[in-house]
């Protein structure tokens, strides 16, 4: 099974059980949850891609407005299915073309757009390092036990 990293972002936070609803019953697998405060050292790191962006400061802000939750969500071809349900990155753009993603129906705005997918499974392994550093993605185990856990 592929592996992905959810946020739910500050606005979005009040409806956090609602949007696990969402992701259960779309037959994802919640792995881990944390629920965090950012610094902002924290959020500039994780979206440090866009650090020239003119959204950035914004986005960072936002970001450490208040807890998010993140989580390890699992399922076959999860990073796509997860981008999927989520939505497009522009709340008027999803409201527009896929009224029933989380984006459309909790997002606020471009910035506050309630929830983070990772957008590929290199991009999943380092963004679920960042919020789950101590937590073994792939055990070293040998022989017998290893077929049991081989996931991927
Ligand atoms: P994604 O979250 O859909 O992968 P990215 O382009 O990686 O989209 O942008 C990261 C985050 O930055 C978005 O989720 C959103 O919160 C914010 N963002 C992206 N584009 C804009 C914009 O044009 N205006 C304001 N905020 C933006």
């Given at each position: 099974m592929e592996k992905t990293l959810a946020?739910?972002?500050p606005n979005a936070i009040a409806n956090a059980e609602e949007i696990e609803k969402m992701i259960i019953?779309?037959?994802?697998?919640?792995?881990q949850r944390r629920r965090v405060l950012l610094s902002k050292e924290q959020a500039m790191e994780f979206y440090a891609e866009h650090r020239d962006k003119p959204f950035f400061s914004d986005l960072i802000n936002f970001m450490t407005s208040g807890p998010v939750l993140a989580m390890v969500l699992s399922k076959d071809r999860a990073v796509r299915?997860?981008?999927r349900l989520l939505g497009p990155t522009s709340v008027a753009a999803a409201i527009k073309k896929h009224p029933d993603s989380i984006?459309?129906?909790?997002?606020?705005?471009?910035t506050e757009n309630a929830a983070h997918g990772s957008d590929s499974a290199e991009s999943a392994e380092r963004e679920i390092r960042f919020f789950f550093p101590d937590?073994?993605?792939y055990p070293i185990l040998s022989g017998m036990e290893a077929r049991d856990?081989?996931?991927?």
């Open positions: 946020i739910i972002k019953k779309d037959g994802f697998t919640i792995v299915a997860w981008r984006r459309a129906r909790f997002g606020s705005s471009d937590v073994t993605l856990f081989v996931d991927d």
